[in-house]
């Protein structure tokens, strides 16, 4: 083993999981690709679990910091004005939200994804005054207590070790075949008899990273928003790795036609890696007391600076256009898998570049992963059984390096169904 491998074998928590999957000392990163130590190099269809959407180091962002490092801007700051702030926020405005036609307040909860599912919970509480969230099967929404009450992972939900109460989980779209999810939803609802009393809110992800890259209907998230309409229940929409472009659209719920009353951001909000994270709030169901939430390091400055030079990216409509090119290419060419290797029983599930291939075929995924990972790919799996080998790549990776990765990913497939004993 690697020397600096064994130093964190022997000193780094048994907690860590994906040193494991990628056991390689890396030293340097650029757009799509990763170097390490030994000067190998990978392509990158991980992405930082989509915290890099537009890949590793951009430039344009890389130069915007270090300018403002240099000139001694703000770090930290809380949630006092700084000019990165409010940049930020005016940009964010112009570029992302009057465009959409969407009229949301802007919250700063903390830096990670977690955070803002946690401002979104007790918002909804609050502004309800009802006590009960409804949460979704294959959902994953954080690892603090809140989030992972509405988590549906019982590996991840048992390292609570407290029970996680005021939750009901319901099926999420096409869980069961033939089975209308939303119909029996409300039959809940409806029945005084049920045991379901009316939430605050329902949390959702359009299509669940974690929980195996499961992608609702349109037709299904414009029945839950009318369902929630109907009742008052708040509609909370986690686009914290499904958002900022990796379906196609900035937010994954666009071509659903909805407008949650809660949305929540992270990951790669920033641009460029670094901790931010927003809850877009109905100005209606803005009604905080100053203070009431609040985090040390819901003032990061630096991520303020890349994320407003990250929204370069949406001025116009061609970077979508950019996305939806590489996303056909990326389908057809899983959809390709699926047919010419049937020993795999694959299925293609997801949308844009947020996509993979689920494999009946027990510890599939893993193998699949591992193998492309000696052969320069890097990507992970997901699903309650890690059935899904999941495709991640940057959003702005030229066409032929995605070609690339996809070669590798086949020639992975193929060496595991010609010799499925020694792999």
């Given at each position: 083993m690697d020397k600096k491998l064994n130093i964190i074998k022997e000193h780094?928590?048994?907690?860590?999981?994906?040193?494991?999957n990628f056991p390689a000392v890396f030293t340097k990163a650029k757009g799509h690709k990763l170097w390490d130590e030994a000067g190998k190099e990978y392509i990158d269809f991980?992405?930082?679990?989509?915290?890099?959407?537009?890949?590793?180091?951009?430039?344009?962002?890389?130069?915007?910091?270090?300018?403002?490092?240099l000139d001694d801007g703000i770090t930290h700051s809380l949630d006092m004005a700084s000019t990165a702030k409010v940049d930020f926020i005016k940009k964010f405005q112009d570029v992302i939200l009057k465009p959409r036609g969407l009229d949301y307040k802007i919250?700063?909860?903390?830096?990670?994804?977690t955070n803002t599912v946690e401002s979104a919970l007790k918002l909804a509480r609050k502004v309800t005054g009802r006590t009960d969230i409804i949460s979704f099967t294959g959902g994953f929404h954080g690892m603090t207590i809140g989030s992972l009450s509405v988590t549906g992972n019982s590996m991840k939900r048992k390292g609570a070790g407290i029970p996680l109460q005021n939750t009901v989980t319901m099926a999420y779209d096409n869980y069961v075949d033939d089975h209308d999810s939303l119909t029996y939803l409300e039959r809940f609802l409806?029945?005084?008899?049920?045991?379901?009393?009316?939430?605050?809110?329902?949390?959702?992800?359009?299509?669940?990273?974690?929980?195996?890259?499961?992608a609702a209907r349109f037709e299904w998230l414009k029945k839950l928003e009318n369902i929630c309409r109907r009742w008052g229940i708040l509609l909370i929409i986690d686009d914290v790795q499904a958002g900022i472009g990796r379906t196609g659209t900035f937010f994954s719920f666009e071509a659903a036609g909805i407008k949650p009353d809660i949305v929540c951001l992270s990951k790669s909000l920033s641009g460029y890696g670094l901790p931010l994270s927003v809850t877009l709030i109905k100005p209606e169901h803005?009604?905080?007391?100053?203070?009431?939430?609040?985090?040390?390091?819901?003032?990061?400055?630096?991520?303020?600076?890349?994320?407003?030079?990250?929204?370069?990216f949406w001025k116009d409509d061609s970077f979508e256009k950019e996305i939806l090119e590489k996303s056909e290419i990326v389908r057809e060419f899983l959809t390709n898998i699926v047919t010419e290797y049937p020993e795999?029983?694959?299925?293609?599930?997801?949308?844009?570049?947020?996509?993979?291939?689920?494999s009946e075929v027990e510890g599939l995924a893993e193998k699949v992963a591992a193998a492309a990972f000696e052969?320069?790919?890097?990507?992970e799996t997901a699903g309650p059984?890690?059935?899904?080998?999941?495709?991640?790549?940057?959003?702005?990776?030229?066409?032929?390096?995605?070609?690339k990765g996809l070669e590798i990913i086949e020639e992975s497939v193929k060496q595991l169904v010609k010799d499925p004993v020694t792999n």
């Open positions: 780094e928590s048994v907690v860590r999981s994906y040193v494991r991980f992405s930082g679990a989509g915290a890099l959407n537009y890949g590793h180091n951009d430039d344009h962002m890389k130069q915007k910091l270090v300018d403002y490092i919250m700063f909860p903390g830096p990670t994804g409806e029945d005084s008899g049920s045991g379901v009393a009316i939430p605050a809110a329902m949390i959702v992800e359009t299509v669940q990273g974690e929980g195996g890259i499961n803005d009604i905080w007391q100053p203070g009431e939430h609040n985090g040390t390091f819901r003032g990061n400055n630096h991520a303020f600076i890349t994320a407003t030079a990250s929204l370069d795999i029983k694959g299925e293609v599930r997801g949308r844009g570049l947020m996509i993979g291939i689920a052969k320069g790919l890097i990507m059984n890690d059935e899904v080998f999941k495709l991640f790549p940057a959003l702005t990776i030229p066409k032929d390096d995605l070609k």
